[in-house]
């Protein structure tokens, strides 16, 4: 399998028990130093996702927390689809988690404050994320401050891309991909798609808000690029 914005390869290490061979492309190069660090076994490449060839292909591609919606402009989103489909072949499964564009302009998913916390064994934090939400360019912005006791506060800042499910379908088939499943649980069941928000703890203040599609690579036509 093939993670694409795989951060520090947590997911791809939950998953390297039962995927024989799993890879893993970054932008940050400090995140690709730390995950070869603690993750034996797993292949990791620093890369942008819009533009980086391994030059092969995989069963498995995904594109995890909220990956996707770094590609801020529909050009990025579109060399972004063809990274995937440059390491897909005939029925590799793609999974993708894009921000919902439907839960925040047309229901309630848009907060202007969401308190977080972690609780684990190593250490405890709290966070405070502030958002702002350009409705013209369907863009979320989050500044969102760290405080672990004994510690300088740490602050963060992104950018996200919100998309609307037909753009999701859209985009995809156009990249070769045919959606197989879209949901806005994490239970997968089929609803109308607007974002159920849940009340559970939440340190990003993403949960409910996302979709989350699987699709599968058509196999190339004959005489065709595809």
């Known amino acids: 399998m093939l993670d694409v914005g795989c951060g520090t390869g947590r997911h791809l290490e939950a998953l390297a028990g039962t995927i024989p061979e799993c890879c893993g492309v970054d932008l940050l190069e400090s995140n690709i130093a730390y995950a070869r660090s603690v993750r034996a076994g797993i292949t990791f490449h620093v890369g942008d996702m819009r533009t980086i060839r391994l030059g092969r292909t995989f ?12 590609a801020l402009t529909d050009h990025d989103l579109t060399e972004t689809v063809r990274t995937f489909a440059a390491h897909a072949h005939g029925g ?20 202007k404050r969401i308190e977080g916390r972690v609780d684990a064994p190593e ?17 979320l912005k989050r500044t969102r401050t760290w405080r672990i006791e004994g510690r300088a506060d740490v602050e963060d800042y992104a950018e ?4 609307f499910p037909e753009e999701v379908q859209q985009m995809l088939e156009t990249g070769g991909f045919q959606v197989l499943g879209m949901y806005d649980n994490r239970e997968f069941q089929c609803t109308d798609l607007t974002g159920r928000i849940t009340g559970a703890p939440d ?8 979709l989350y599609v699987v699709a599968r690579k058509l196999a190339a036509r004959p005489g065709g690029d595809g």
């Open 92 to 111: 590799t499964l793609l999974v993708v988690d894009p921000l919902n564009a439907r839960t925040y302009l047309e229901a309630d998913g848009f907060e």
């Open 203 to 210: 340190v990003g203040g993403l949960r409910g808000r996302k």
């Open 123 to 139: 250490f405890k934090a709290t966070s405070v994320s502030l958002h702002e939400l350009d409705r013209t360019a369907r863009v």
């Open 160 to 163: 996200y891309r919100l998309l």
């Open 59 to 70: 069963d498995l591609v995904t594109c995890l927390g909220n990956a996707l919606s770094y």
